[in-house]
T-cell receptor, first 116, second 112 residues
Framework: DTGVSQDPRHKITKRGQNVTFRCDPI?????LYWYRQTLGQGPEFLTY????????KSRLLSDRFSAERPKGSFSTLEIQRTEQGDSAMYLC??????????????FGPGTRLTVL | RKEVEQDPGPFNVPEGATVAFNCTYS??????FFWYRQDCRKEPKLLMS???SGNEDGRFTAQLNRASQYISLLIRDSKLSDSATYLC?????????????FGRGTSLIVHP
């Protein structure tokens, strides 16, 4: 257990529904990352925050994807109008300023999304 | 073409064997390089950073070849517990930030 938690761990939804995932990073970590991972592939970067500022969001997969970190602590990732192709594991990771120098990100267990 | 490429394997080796993985990257401006390990149905965890001069951590040796744009991971005296997927990570410049770009991973199976 790295200390990063994600909720829910599993989500099954119907196509067209909106879903929201939550990530709670390690408490002193100021950077928070979101990734998507599909079977047989490595994690695919989506976006990241430094404190409450979203510093990179060009890799979000479409305008249906959005993320927030309003108080610089937990973060949410929302997918609107889900499609079957959105089915994947969504991973959150966090790092501290010191850990960033080593690129050490601590990953949570992920939220597995299934879109029917 | 994928930005970071790895042979998915699996590499199937006996205990005690030495095994090496390569990872190639396409962006010559990439700044930093790492290997992560991911066990089945688990989250990735940092294994080691890769320094220009090469670096070693116990049975693991990582090397970087900037001219040919590849990094390597060598595992000596393989253990059953080394069975996992090894992910190559390259920090690439994107917009105003460095974006961690993962390869698809190389699967290692160490058998008795």
């Amino acid at each position: 257990d790295t200390g990063v938690s994600q909720d829910p761990r599993h989500k099954i939804t119907k196509r067209g529904q909106n879903v929201t995932f939550r990530c709670d990073p390690i408490s002193e970590h100021n950077r928070l990352y979101w990734y998507r991972q599909t079977l047989g592939q490595g994690p695919e970067f989506l976006t990241y925050f430094q404190n409450e500022a979203q510093l990179e969001k060009s890799r979000l997969l479409s305008d249906r994807f959005s993320a927030e970190r309003p108080k610089g602590s937990f973060s949410t990732l929302e997918i609107q109008r889900t499609e079957q192709g959105d089915s994947a594991m969504y991973l959150c990771a966090s790092s501290s300023i010191v850990a960033v120098l080593r690129n050490e990100q601590f990953f949570g267990p992920g939220t597995r999304l299934t879109v029917l | 073409r994928k930005e970071v490429e790895q042979d998915p394997g699996p590499f199937n080796v006996p205990e005690g064997a030495t095994v090496a993985f390569n990872c190639t990257y396409s962006n010559s401006a990439s700044q930093s390089f790492f290997w992560y390990r991911q066990d089945c149905r688990k989250e990735p965890k940092l294994l080691m950073s890769v320094y220009s001069s090469g670096n070693e951590d116990g049975r693991f040796t990582a090397q970087l070849n900037r001219a040919s744009q590849y990094i390597s991971l060598l595992i000596r005296d393989s253990k059953l517990s080394d069975s996992a997927t090894y992910l190559c990570v390259v920090n690439e410049r994107g917009g105003g930030s460095y974006i961690p770009t993962f390869g698809r991973g190389t699967s290692l199976i160490v058998h008795p």
